[in-house]
């Protein structure tokens, strides 16, 4: 063969079939892997675009392992591996049936709250407020629930609360007797106690009666003398003299008259009523006195600083006595038997100097029958000092009242700061009821105004123009729910939302209506003009034309 058809020749060698023989210098290949390997030399290639056999490879060619081929993802499937290596691992619950709910992300336990402090004899309040701590959220319990309070907290004292609630009880208390129903301008009439009030060698029983006023609906102790009438004009006007005295240890007088409403001819004297208070006479004799020598001072005191009132009017009390003065649970005394001797002309021989040194040696005599008591403490040499002082009814040592007040010493102090507390602890709770009262006034006005059918022939009328935001601030504090959609009775909300709609306070409240479709955000000032402005328009409607 020529030179020049030799490379023409080896062309169509490579053209044609497998090449027979590899070139001797070419590097060998190194597998990663050994994979099942190709047909040996001879065979048919699979890989041929005929399919036939298109040539054979050599026996010392390297097996070929072909690299993988990466399959694109399926869309929304991209990013699976990334999210669930950083998903958080799957601890499943116990099962609760075939359609058991995904539990919810806990919420941390709240933490329990304090019952709240009990008070000495009080009821227990189920109505709560919470207060803030002094030393901040933490406070000296680490980390505890604010202090709760009753809601009695924002009230009157409760000790102050009961004895007021005992007096209300006793005052419309009405016994049942043989009494008519009126007498002059009283009615609801009820016996109290009778008492013997000897003046001289006379003895007279007062009946107590209590009535209630028509004209200003108070209490009053209706002192009854039956079959007598004073002896002329002049006895009746002495009641004027008497309605000048005022002092918190006499009874004050209001009026007497003569009626026949008994059956018979009787003398009425009408007091002023205390209750709770008793004959000290009758409790004397029942052994309920207790006589510790602090009350029997007290009493000394408050029977001294009312005879000092009358007699500074021109006046004499005359039956001062046992019989005569009342006292009440808390130690309160007072002189009951005003103004009788003088309607009835008792002792009206003796002259007034020689009376009022009667009453101050009365005095005594009420000391020695507290002091008599079985149960009485024996006295201290300063208390018996001052007993045998009052017994003196002669001028040369008669009593007086700056001689009490020097044998009484400093236990004058400790009577007036007594007062002063007493003062003080109803003055306090004076300005919790006036605050109170405020917001019942207020109470009364959203009354009126909401829930009202119609007015002036407008149907809804209490749901259209201002009314509407009043009626909706009236669910916002009474009908307000918690996030479990029970009923939250808070007085604390209550409260402090009816006080800053009384002072019309600039702050914003969200105020959304039942269905949840209307949502307001207004200040208390607007809701308090609009609330005004409704009433204001009922008290014209409601005013005569």
């Given at each position: 063969m020529p030179d020049d058809e030799a490379p023409a020749a080896a062309a169509r060698t490579d053209q044609g079939a497998a090449p027979t023989t590899l070139l001797r210098d070419a590097p060998a290949f190194v597998p990663r892997a050994r994979k099942p390997a190709l047909p040996e030399a001879g065979a048919p290639r699979t890989d041929s675009p005929g399919g036939g056999g298109g040539g054979v490879l050599q026996k010392d060619a390297p097996a070929f392992t072909p690299r993988p081929r990466a399959r694109p993802p399926a869309p929304g499937v991209q990013h699976a591996n990334a999210l669930l290596k950083s998903a958080p691992a799957f601890t499943p619950r116990a099962s609760r049936g075939p359609a058991a709910k995904p539990a919810p992300e806990p919420r941390p336990a709240p933490e329990p709250r304090p019952a709240p402090e009990p008070w000495a004899g009080a009821p227990h309040d189920d109505l709560v407020m919470p207060l803030p701590q002094s030393g901040g959220s933490g406070g000296s319990g680490g980390g505890r629930a604010p202090f709760m309070r009753p809601a009695s907290h924002f009230a009157i004292d409760e000790g102050l609360r009961r004895a007021l609630a005992s007096d209300m009880r006793a005052a419309y208390a009405v016994s049942e007797s043989d009494l008519p129903y009126r007498v002059h301008s009283y009615y609801a009439l009820s016996p109290l106690e009778s008492a013997e009030v000897a003046a001289g060698p006379r003895r007279i029983v007062e009946q107590a009666i209590k009535a209630q006023s028509v004209a200003d609906g108070r209490h009053r102790v209706l002192g009854r003398i039956a079959g007598l009438q004073p002896g002329d004009k002049t006895c009746l006007a002495a009641?004027?003299?008497?309605?000048?005295?005022?002092?918190?240890?006499?009874?004050?007088?209001?009026?007497?008259?003569?009626?026949?409403?008994?059956?018979?001819?009787?003398?009425?004297?009408?007091?002023?009523?205390?209750?709770?208070?008793?004959?000290?006479?009758?409790?004397?004799?029942?052994?309920?006195?207790?006589?510790?020598?602090?009350?029997?001072?007290?009493?000394?005191?408050?029977?001294?600083?009312?005879?000092?009132?009358?007699?500074?009017?021109?006046?004499?009390?005359?039956?001062?006595?046992?019989?005569?003065?009342?006292?009440?649970?808390?130690?309160?005394?007072?002189?009951?038997?005003?103004?009788?001797?003088?309607?009835l002309a008792l002792d009206a021989d003796r002259g007034l100097v020689a009376a009022q040194r009667d009453d101050l040696c009365a005095i005594g005599r009420v000391l020695r029958a507290l002091l008599g008591q079985p149960s009485a403490p024996q006295p201290s040499a300063e208390l018996a000092r001052l007993v045998d002082y009052l017994a003196g009814s002669q001028a040369a040592d008669a009593p007086t009242l700056d001689g009490i007040l020097r044998l009484a010493g400093r236990r004058v102090f400790a009577e007036l700061d007594a007062a002063r507390r007493e003062a003080d602890l109803l003055s306090d709770n004076l300005r919790l009821e006036m605050a109170n009262g405020r917001l019942v006034r207020l109470l009364c006005k959203l009354s009126f105004v909401t829930e009202r059918a119609s007015d002036a022939g407008e149907p809804g009328w209490s749901e259209t123009g201002d009314r509407y935001l009043a009626t909706l601030f009236r669910d916002y504090v009474f009908h307000a729910v918690d996030e479990r959609n029970a009923p939250l009775a808070d007085m604390a909300h209550?409260?402090?939302?009816?006080?800053?709609?009384?002072?019309?306070?600039?702050?914003?409240?969200?105020?959304?209506?039942r269905d949840g479709k209307s949502c307001l955000v207004v200040t208390y000032s607007e809701i308090k003009r609009c609330v005004e402005s409704a009433f204001h328009e009922l008290q014209l409607a409601s005013a005569p034309a």
């Open positions: 009641i004027d003299r008497w309605k000048q005295v005022h002092s918190a240890g006499a009874a004050r007088v209001d009026e007497a008259f003569v009626t026949r409403a008994f059956g018979d001819n009787s003398l009425v004297v009408v007091r002023a009523y205390r209750p709770g208070a008793a004959c000290l006479a009758a409790r004397l004799a029942s052994g309920r006195v207790p006589a510790p020598e602090p009350l029997l001072w007290s009493v000394a005191l408050q029977l001294a600083a009312a005879l000092r009132a009358v007699h500074a009017a021109g006046l004499s009390v005359r039956v001062l006595g046992p019989a005569t003065v009342w006292i009440t649970p808390s130690g309160r005394v007072q002189i009951a038997c005003c103004a009788l001797a003088d309607l209550v409260v402090g939302n009816l006080n800053k709609l009384d002072a019309g306070s600039t702050e914003r409240v969200l105020l959304t209506s």
